[in-house]
C-alpha cells in the first residue's frame, strides 16, 4: 500500500471520529469512494455492503446517527491493518 492511501485512509477516520463527536459527518461522506465496502457486526445495518450499497448504507447510517443525537469519542485507533486495497482500523471501545 502506498503512503498516500494510508494517509488518505487516516484523514478518513479522523473526519469520521469528528462526525460521531460532532454530529456533522459531512466531510467524511463527501471522502467516501464510489465502492465503498462496508461491514457492520450487528443492529439495523448489520451485514457486509459492497459497492454502491456498501456506500448508501454508510451514508444512512450516518443520517441516523446525526438524527438520533447520538455522540461518540474515539481514542486514537488501536491497530491499523492495510493491504493494497484496504485499510481496516480496530478500535478498543469501553
Do not use: N
Not at 487516516?10 to 459527518?25: C, E, K, L, M, T
Not at 482500523?89 to 469501553?94: G, H, I, K, S, T
Amino acid at each position: 500500500m502506498s503512503e498516500s492511501t494510508l494517509r488518505i485512509a487516516q484523514q478518513a477516520f479522523a473526519v469520521f471520529a469528528q462526525g460521531w463527536a460532532s454530529g456533522d459527518f459531512q466531510p467524511f461522506l463527501e471522502m467516501l469512494a464510489d465502492e465503498f465496502t462496508f461491514w457492520y457486526p450487528y443492529g439495523s445495518y448489520r451485514g457486509k455492503f459492497i459497492g454502491q450499497a456498501g456506500k448508501a448504507q454508510m451514508i444512512a447510517k450516518c443520517y441516523d446517527h446525526t438524527g438520533a443525537g447520538d455522540r461518540l469519542m474515539f481514542s486514537p485507533p488501536h491497530h491499523i491493518t492495510s493491504s493494497d486495497t484496504t485499510v481496516m482500523f480496530e478500535l478498543v471501545m469501553f
